[in-house]
Structure formats: structure tokens, C-alpha cells
């Protein structure tokens, strides 16, 4: 099913200590910046990251891309970080940001399939699986253009092996009508969970080089996991400027701007999504119940570009003409996580990778610009290009204030080869953000 709307996904936090709300009236897209003008950069550091990854053969072509943190109910110092390494599939990290488990993209469990490709990755809790519930890790295969499912193991970092498959077969494409066009990678990609209180768990995954975004309802079953009830929609590609012209955001051609980053406010049922070259929208739960809003614009929103096929790349056809955009995000507008507050306060994250930094955003209103910060190394290099990111407000660990881990590409310092494609994971405690912030 194919609705013509602006935005929409969404993301599910790992602890639920609050009750639902009512969802806030949307407004229309309208191109806001956020509300909250220019701020300083604060600066946060880290000494805690992942093992590299090495995009390379020897490396088994592992690209870190996006974190998901599950919190042990009992023991926190047991939690893990489930992450996704593209075609070097998923690895597992324990709280002090050792590995404990690298899983192969395996082919997905389908007549036609063949090995995965795993995008981005988030965490669906209490699921029915062989008459037990289990918390499941929900993975995008952009090269199978469907769901994977992964049992985690009720020991987390003490289990021999915390992640399990349960992936049920023959599941559906997401986007394709046939492996034919599967092969064409406009795939699975963004992804997150949602677990409504009123029942059911639904996963909105991201079209690659689309405006398209799927929901899917997660199912259970002798099998395993898998999904139903795929339905499509697609938001704005082009945009209506005050100067009377209408913005394409430049792209090579057959792309459309696509999004990546996805996250929802469980509370309200309010989906954030990024859309890479635009900015970060809100768009209500469920699907086509009310107007979008351009929550915050990237910098050069409005500029108009033209597209060079020998470098690849898109330059102004003005260099000195105005911009339309924000102040706080830097294309490409990246991960989106929400850490949640008492009642309905709380912080939208978004990962501003074209400048190294990260945006922060009042859950509630108008969802106003709280400042940028950026992360640097303490004894690590510091934390650049980032991708994907995930927050806890519970404690993890040592960091009893939550957790933020983030994509860090590249990845470089003492114990990385230079010559090699690295990639990585950062630990920040969230406190430290709060505190430079000076956020509740």
C-alpha cells in the first residue's frame, strides 16, 4: 500500500519506565530550524571505543554503520551493544566496549537467498518465541531487502553466544517485487522498532536511494520471527522555497534523497526520521494520521546544485547563493535516538556527520534546538563521521547516568593500520553530555 506523506519511522528506547501520553497535535511541514538559532559547540570526550573494523578482505569487509544497546533487566553490568558491520554482519560489545561475538551475514533463510548485508539495527523486547518471551535484535539485510531477527540470550554478556538467529523463512521483500530487482540495492535500510502500548510490535524500515519507507508487523511462530502487513508510503523530495523556486536536493541520478535514521517517541507515538540531504522530520504514528513537520533543516537546504558525472559529486550552480537551511546539522543528517526525561521531557540525538558533530533537541513542542556537541578522544582518536548512534536512560554499566554509543568513521589512532578502511564504536557517558549541555 502506497500513500503519498512526508516522513516517517521509528525507533524504540530499551528500558519503558514511563507511561504513554497522548500524542501532541502535528503541525505542516513549515521549515523550522529547530527554534533555538545558533549555539556554541560543547565538547564531550570519550577513552572507550570498540575494537576496529576493517572494511577490506582480510577484514572480512566488516563496516560499522548502527548501534542498539540492550539493557539487562537484573544486572546491568551485563547489558551489550549489538552493532551492524554491513557485509561483516553484526558484532556484539560488552560494557566496557570489548567484543564478545561477531555473527556472519549469513544467506537469509530463503530459497533465493543469499548473503546479507545488515544496515541498521534496534531491539524489540518481550516477543513469543518457541513459547517464551525473548528480547529479539532487529536487523535491515539491504542485500536480501528484508528483515533478519536475532534472539538475544536472557544472560547477555555472560551467554556464550548472545545472539541467536530466529529469522522465519521465505519471508516477503520490502521493496522489491522480485529478486531480480533486489539485485538493483534500492533495499532495506534504515530501521527501527516500535512497541505500542496498546499491543503489537511493528518494525519502519528506510528504502536506500528512496523517499519510500516500509512498515511491517512482527510476527511469531514455530519458524521464528518474521513480519506482515508490509505497508508503503513516501515522503517530500522537492520543496517549495520563499523565493519562489522549488529545491531538488542534488543526487546522483536515479536517487531520490533518501532516509536513513529513524526513531520514535514511544510515548506518543511521534516518528523522527533523517533525511539525509533535508534535515530531521516528526511525523505521527500510525501512518498518514497527521501532517509532517520539518523539524530542523540541514545547512545548505535551498541551495541549488548540479550534479558532475566525472567527479561524482554535486556543486553549487551559485556558489554565492543564500541558504534556506539551519543552523545545527551539516548533511548528511544521520542517526536519531531519543533519551527519555521524567513525564514527556526528554532529547531527540541526531548525528550531524558532515561536520562532526550532533544536535540536540527538546522532545516536547515544537521540539526546540538544545545545542551541538561533538566528541573527542581521551587516549582515542575522536569520534568523526558518525552514522548511526543509540541512547540509554538507564544505567549501563559503570555509566549510571545512560549511555550514548556512536559510529566513528574513520577510525584512526595507535592500534589501527592507516592503510586500511576502519571503522568503530564510541562510548559516551550521557552525563557528560547533559552536563555540558546543561541539560535536566
Known amino acids: 500500500m502506497r500513500r503519498r506523506l ?11 519506565l514511563l507511561a504513554p501520553v497522548a500524542a501532541p497535535a502535528s503541525a505542516v511541514a513549515d521549515g523550522a530550524d529547530g527554534g533555538g538559532g545558533r549555539h556554541r559547540t560543547a565538547t564531550v570526550t570519550t577513552s572507550v571505543e570498540t575494537p576496529p573494523l576493517y572494511d577490506d578482505e582480510a577484514g572480512g569487509n566488516a563496516s560499522g554503520d548502527d548501534p542498539a544497546i540492550w539493557v539487562h533487566p537484573d544486572d546491568s553490568e551485563r547489558s551489550i551493544v549489538v552493532a551492524t558491520a554491513k557485509e561483516g554482519g553484526l558484532r556484539v560489545y560488552d560494557v566496557a566496549a570489548a567484543e564478545l561475538q561477531s555473527v556472519a551475514a549469513t544467506p537469509a533463510p530463503r530459497a533465493d537467498g543469499v548473503p546479507g548485508r545488515f544496515n541498521n539495527v534496534d531491539i524489540a523486547y ?3 518465541v518457541a513459547g517464551e518471551p525473548t528480547d529479539v535484535a532487529v536487523v535491515s539485510d539491504r542485500y536480501n531487502d528484508q528483515i533478519r531477527f536475532f534472539a538475544i540470550d536472557p544472560a547477555g554478556a555472560d551467554a556464550g553466544a548472545p545472539l ?6 521465505e519471508l516477503e521483500f520490502l521493496f522489491s517485487p522480485d529478486r531480480e530487482t533486489v539485485a538493483e540495492d534500492q533495499t532495506a535500510y534504515g530501521l527501527a522498532v516500535y512497541q505500542p502500548r496498546r499491543g503489537g510490535t511493528y518494525a519502519v524500515v528506510t528504502q536506500e536511494g528512496s523517499t519510500t519507507i516500509a512498515t511491517a508487523r512482527l510476527t511469531t511462530g514455530p519458524d521464528g520471527v518474521g513480519y506482515t502487513d508490509v505497508e508503503h508510503l513516501e515522503i517530500p523530495g522537492e520543496f517549495r522555497l520563499p523565493d519562489g523556486t522549488t529545491w531538488v536536493p542534488c ?3 536515479g536517487v531520490e534523497p533518501q532516509l536513513e535514521g529513524v526513531a520514535v517517541d514511544r510515548r506518543t507515538g511521534t516518528l523522527y526520521a533523517t533525511q539525509e540531504d533535508v534535515g530531521l522530520w516528526r511525523v505521527p504514528l500510525p501512518l498518514g494520521s497527521g501532517e509532517p513537520r520539518l523539524v530542523d533543516k540541514v545547512k545548505d537546504f535551498g541551495v541549488h546544485d548540479a550534479y558532475d558525472p566525472e567527479t561524482e559529486e554535486c556543486a553549487p550552480v551559485d556558489p554565492d547563493a543564500p541558504s534556506y537551511g539551519g543552523a545545527n546539522l551539516t548533511a548528511d543528517a544521520e542517526g536519531v535516538d531519543i533519551w527519555y526525561g521524567p513525564g514527556r521531557t526528554g532529547y531527540v540525538i541526531v548525528s550531524s556527520q558532515g561536520d562532526d558533530t550532533y544536535g540536540v533537541y527538546a522532545l516536547t513542542g515544537r521540539n ?4 551541538t556537541f561533538r566528541v573527542a578522544g581521551d587516549g582515542v582518536d575522536d569520534v568523526n563521521g558518525s552514522d548511526g548512534l543509540a541512547v540509554s536512560n538507564a544505567p549501563v554499566g559503570e555509566y549510571e547516568s545512560g549511555l550514548l554509543v556512536t559510529h566513528d568513521e574513520p577510525e584512526t589512532g595507535p592500534d589501527v593500520d592507516p592503510d586500511r578502511d576502519a571503522t568503530g564504536f564510541s562510548y559516551v557517558p550521557w ?10
Open 6 to 16: 512526508a516522513g516517517l519511522p521509528a525507533a524504540l528506547l530499551l528500558v519503558s
Open 126 to 128: 518481550d516477543l513469543d
Open 164 to 169: 541467536t538467529e530466529t529469522t522465519a523463512p
Open 251 to 253: 543526487e546522483e541520478p
Open 368 to 371: 526546540r534546538s538544545l545545542g
Open 431 to 440: 552525563g557528560d553530555v547533559a552536563e555540558a549541555l546543561h541539560l535536566r
